[in-house]
């Protein structure tokens, strides 16, 4: 039978310190703290509903994130 596979660690921090800060700094901030995976959506994005872990999303209006989940 085949190992278990480890799943990408992901940060600890809470995603609502990245809400408000420019979007490229959070990406960079989001990667620093180890987030393997950052991805920047426009509001109202239709995206897939599956958790990834290890995957930060930012909601970003203006280069500005005004929302931020894991997954």
Same mark, same amino acid.
């Given at each position: 039978m085949a190992p278990t596979p480890t799943p990408p660690a992901e940060s600890q921090d809470s995603p609502q310190a990245y809400v408000g800060l420019a979007a490229d700094r959070a %990406?960079?901030? &989001? =990667? %620093?703290? *180890?987030? #393997?995976t950052v =991805?920047?959506? #426009? #509001? *109202? &994005?239709v995206i897939t509903m599956e958790f990834r872990t *290890?995957?930060?999303n930012? %909601?970003?209006t203006d280069g500005t994130v005004t929302r931020c989940w894991k997954g």
């Open positions: %990406e960079q901030l &989001a =990667r %620093e703290h *180890g987030w #393997p =991805r920047s959506l #426009p #509001p *109202g &994005a *290890g995957r930060l930012f %909601e970003v």
